[in-house]
Nanobody, 119 residues
Framework: QGQLVESGGGLVQPGGSLRLSCVVS????????IGWFRQAPGKEREGVSCDSSSAGNTYYADSVKGRFTISRDNAKNTVYLQMNSLKPEDTAVYYC????????????WGKGTLVTVGS
């Protein structure tokens, strides 16, 4: 059974940066696409970014393009989300999830890490 554990969330001022990590176990990371999702209070969950198991294919929501960067280290079983120029509207619980391809069903989900952007 696959497991994903997110970390790196916290309180940051607007304009600041955070790097989220997602450590996976129970499956071979290189064969899976990994997505980052977020859910803000009172809102539906939305996709933020996805890194395809096929090299070179990454996807970003329009709201985070140019500010967030997804990357992975298969040897460390870890996927990262570097978040720069954070805005209050980025405040949410961030989840990582694994599936066979970006845009498809995600088979495994983490429990999330809270990111709060404010002063």
């Amino acid at each position: 059974q696959g497991q994903l554990v997110e970390s790196g969330g916290g309180l940051v001022q607007p304009g600041g940066s955070l790097r989220l990590s997602c450590v996976v176990s129970g499956f071979t990371l290189e064969y899976y696409s990994i997505g980052w999702f977020r859910q803000a209070p009172g809102k539906e969950r939305e996709g933020v970014s996805c890194d395809s198991s096929s090299a070179g294919n990454t996807y970003y929501a329009d709201s985070v393009k140019g500010r967030f960067t997804i990357s992975r280290d298969n040897a460390k079983n870890t996927v990262y989300l570097q978040m720069n120029s954070l805005k209050p509207e980025d405040t949410a619980v961030y989840y990582c999830a694994a599936g066979l391809w970006c845009g498809g069903r995600m088979d495994y989900w983490g429990k999330g890490t809270l990111v709060t952007v404010g002063s």
